[in-house]
């Protein structure tokens, strides 16, 4: 079935430092998300990636869809302590309302 | 508005009883989802309703869990005998699913997480 991997699975920085977590899909997507979930909360939607190269910008995130729409990043720039969580990719097939989570990027920044 | 309301948001239990735990899912939204997230561990898949129907249920853990949904809003997610293997946060989502356009005329939405149901098996 269809994998989504994702690295690091954890990743520490001083705050001001840049971050950035990779999603591999083994198949070709249609789409991919990103969530954001913060210790003890549930995930929040953070964008929906769909065009093969997209990339999209939030303030200091930016978020990157491969050409053969089967990776994805996001990078954040100059981290802070509010940057703490876990970061999951969600890769979707064309026709499936399933997406699949890769296991998360857990980033801890140190002040 | 309101967004997806789950509970209890707590349920301690001893093994072996069962337990119900209840979604209430984002007015309007058809497609609901349950998770399992155990502590520190990424988002288990166990199943998907469009509407009252489940066309996927390939990830329920065993026969001990069961789902259903009603009136297309309102999911219980049912666990029998509970094992403490159980112990986990289960999460709930709902989404809207877009229809038309292409390459692919149906598509999923981003989804809507609740706050979720911490179960813990003694």
């Known amino acids: 079935g269809q994998q989504v991997m994702q690295i690091p699975q954890y990743q520490h920085v001083q705050e001001g430092e840049d971050f950035t977590t990779y999603c591999n899909s083994s198949?070709?997507?249609?789409?991919i998300q990103w969530y954001k979930q913060r210790p003890g909360g549930h995930p929040v939607f953070l964008i929906q990636?769909?065009?093969?190269?997209e990339v999209k910008k939030q303030k200091r995130l930016t978020f990157q869809f491969g050409e053969a729409k089967k990776n994805s990043s996001l990078h954040i720039t100059a981290t802070q302590t509010t940057d703490v969580g876990t970061y999951f990719c969600?890769?979707?097939?064309?026709?499936?309302?399933?997406?699949?989570f890769g296991r998360g990027t857990s980033l801890i920044v140190h002040p | 508005g309101a967004g997806v309301s789950q509970s209890p948001s707590n349920k301690v239990t001893e093994k072996g009883k069962d337990v119900e735990l209840r979604c209430d899912p984002i007015?309007?939204?058809?497609?609901l989802y349950w998770y399992r997230q155990s502590l520190g561990q990424g988002l288990e898949f166990l199943i998907y309703?469009?509407?009252?129907?489940?066309?996927?249920k390939s990830g329920l853990p065993s026969d001990r869990f069961s789902a259903e949904r009603t009136g297309g809003s309102v999911s219980t997610l049912t666990i029998q005998r509970t094992q403490q293997e159980d112990s986990a946060v289960y999460l709930c989502?709902?989404?809207?699913?877009?229809?038309?356009?292409?390459?692919?005329?149906?598509?999923?939405?981003?989804?809507?997480f609740g706050d979720g149901t911490r179960l813990s098996i003694l």
């Open positions: 989502a709902s989404s809207l699913v877009r229809q038309g356009g292409t390459p692919y005329p149906y598509s999923n939405q981003p989804q809507h």
């Open positions: 198949t070709t997507l249609s789409n």
């Open positions: 990636l769909v065009k093969s190269g």
């Open positions: 969600a890769g979707s097939r064309g026709g499936s309302y399933i997406p699949t």
């Open positions: 007015s309007g939204h058809t497609a």
């Open positions: 309703f469009q509407g009252n129907s489940a066309p996927d």
